[in-house]
């Protein structure tokens, strides 16, 4: 482990500031100009703070009745939606911090939304559907029942809706929600990437391993080996390098060349417990966090090689990280309701 204590940051991370909301900080974002930080907490209180010196901008509490459980941000940072336990999506002026449009789904939980790269398409999932709305929260279409709750939904980079189940990935058009591949291998699938080229989807399950298909042949493939259910996954912007949790190390496949069939993945070995988040940045930058509070900043390599280079200790568990666009600055949130934002260097 870095020899770090809580609140001194190490190497390329510098002070910057801190906060604290309610409840355990489930959820966040930085607005694309990096002017403002949302953060959603488990109570269903919402919060934007100054990103540049934290300050509080505004607050609302008890948005969702019995609490939040994810928050995405409109392409534009004009406006973001979140979701929780009372089956309603919400979205919301991130200037005003109003909501401006209140969209009842259904009796069970909301658990994920995500908007669509081009800002026209809001989807979220409710059970075992997919509900997609249009910019302004007005339904298009939803999907009939998948073969279980859906765990993970994700947008390519084409504009296609992915989503995760026990047993498939199932990609629909944006418009009107034809189904346009089915991926499927017998297993439950608890967490979803996909690579910004969108050729990969990958998948954590139940049974500590990572499965992943290359979309254009349909051929898929498992990664083993790990201790726990690989419930944290990134891809770095290249498409290049794969990051996976599930477990106390962190280990980054490369799909560079033959890879990462038959070869050897990278293995980062400085948390003390089981990685709970994972975020790529610019220049090959990955940031990890662990269940001891730990958040480290890796430099890696095209072959899934890399070194350390900066590190922070925080009170509680880390329950989110998130990269300003320009990979300058690293906000984390915990268990405690703490966030907490550095500076980076280059």
Known sequence: MLEVM????????????????????????????????????ASGGVYAFDGGIGSTVWTHQGAHE???????IHPSGAKFATVGQDGRVLIWGVAEGKVRNITEVGKGWVENVAWSPDGQWLAVSCSRKVHVYDAEGRESWHSDDHPSTVSAIAWSSKGELATACYGRVTFFDASNGETLQLLEWKGSLISMVLSPDGEVVACGCQDNSVHF?????????????????????AFDDTSTLLATGGGDVVTVWSFSEEGPEDTMPGVFALHRESITALAFTHEMRLASGGRDGSVVIWTLESNGEGYPVGGALLGDVVAGLHWRSDGRALAA???????????VRK
């Open 6 to 41: 809580i609140g001194r940051p190490r190497g390329v991370l510098l002070r910057g500031w801190s906060a604290v909301v309610d409840d355990y900080a489930i959820a966040g974002g930085w607005i694309p100009d990096g002017k403002v930080f949302l953060v959603g907490d």
């Open 66 to 72: 019995g609490g939040l459980l994810s928050l995405d």
């Open 213 to 233: 298909w290359r979309r254009s042949t349909e051929e898929d493939s498992q990664l083993t080996g790990y201790l726990g259910k690989p419930s944290s996954l």
């Open 333 to 343: 949130l915990d268990a405690r309701g703490g966030v907490t934002a550095w500076q």
